[in-house]
């Protein structure tokens, strides 16, 4: 027979019929697929969130954002917080010019070469990390002063402020990964401005100014820590931290009234609680996301999961591939996501909460190897929010225990320092600080056993266990700059000067 006639005798007819029936059902068992898992999501949320709700838990911002101020309690109520045409707050603006760095070259020549036109702000960084481990020369302390000087406004109007009994900026908590948090990064900036000026201060002898300052970055810690925002967390334990570095080298040269004045100070401080609202925020930001989400397009969508895991770029366009898992993941997965972010970020801080004013790192080690288990397979794809933003915020954790830590010992070290004022001597236990010099000796944040004290009678040893939860002897890793990977958690103190000197 003719070939052609075979082909024409053929049924292709029925085998595309076939074929189309095929793809129909296909898509049909597709969607019935998807619609299932969607189903499943959306009863999943609602049981997560009557339980979470039942609880008395928040979850969105309404529940968490703090009430406003009357202005003239305030202490963003003032222009210096007005942002620019550029939405950005830009504290010590005012540049160097090529004439004032040849003046200042001039001037101190043996750190011309840290000088650059431009920023203050850089210059004055540069010197505190050539003087990291060390005290600034006299020359060096100079130098920092000077550059400085000439914003000298900007610091004596936030010492201003810093007497204000509030604060309370204006965050405009719905615009989401949008939010602007510029007075978070301006207050960083501050933060070292004044760090660095306070180690200046006290390289010149001027011990009252220098602990104006860490005063100063104190009081700058805690007009954003009620904030309900992660980032804004981040700056206050920033900015504790600068406070903390001068503290732990600059302590055995205050008086005993100076040593009052930051204990007290540190007492308001208490950066877990802190810790706990932040988390929350990061809650009600992820659910106010995906409702969000939930009436985006695809190409939104997926710009907003690139700006989450921060690679987004303006120009690029979902491929046709990355668009259609895009759409699957909102249609059948985002309320089942929606459930899992929200019970993972509440199992995060029922172990945060356990016992408060403490942490047991290996409640969150084992929180981690959960997640880590949960997050196999086809779970990355349907919890994909979920593995995207938690796997960043567990470091969060031992970075707050060991900075909680340290304001912890910080406060002792002022005991310590007042102690041995009136005393001529070091304590021989942390026990002879009670009551006069500290109500009680503050506990370990890690697991709540004593801080632990060395002296020889010349310095003395602070160490906490650290992040794995084991006494190593007050051994520090000065060279390990993760708190995880730390040994102990070590401050290190020594007799008072004026007490050293009356010895000698």
Known sequence: MNPLQLLKKAPWRKIALGLVFLFALLVTLIVLTGAWFSYQGRREWAETKAELLKRGEVLSYEGLVPAPVPPEQNFFADPIWEPDQDGRIELFAL???????ARLKASFPRVADLLKEGARVKVVQAVGRRAKDRSMTPEEAAFVLAVLEPVQGDLDTLKRLAKRPEARFPVDYSKGLAMPLHHATALLTAGQVLQRRAQAEAALGRSDQSVDDVLLILRLARTIDDEPVLISFLVTISLDSFALDVTEKQAPTWSAEQAQRVGQALVRSDILRQMARAFRGERAFGNQLIDQLKHASNGELLKN??????FYQAESKPSGIAA?????????FLDGDRACLNRTHQRWLDSLEKEPGLLHPHDFENLDSDFASEMQGLNRYRHLLTFLTMPALKNVFPRAANVETRVRQARIACAIQEYALSEKALPSSLDQLV????DEIPRDVINGGPMHYRSDGKEYVLWSVGWNEKDDGGEGSPNEKSPEKKLDWVWKGRLPDAVNALQL
């Open 305 to 310: 999961m690139q700006m989450v895991v921060g």
């Open 95 to 101: 540049q160097i010019s090529p004439e004032e760095a």
């Open 324 to 332: 259609l898992s895009i759409g699957a993941y909102s249609f059948a």
């Open 435 to 438: 009551p006069k010099y500290l």
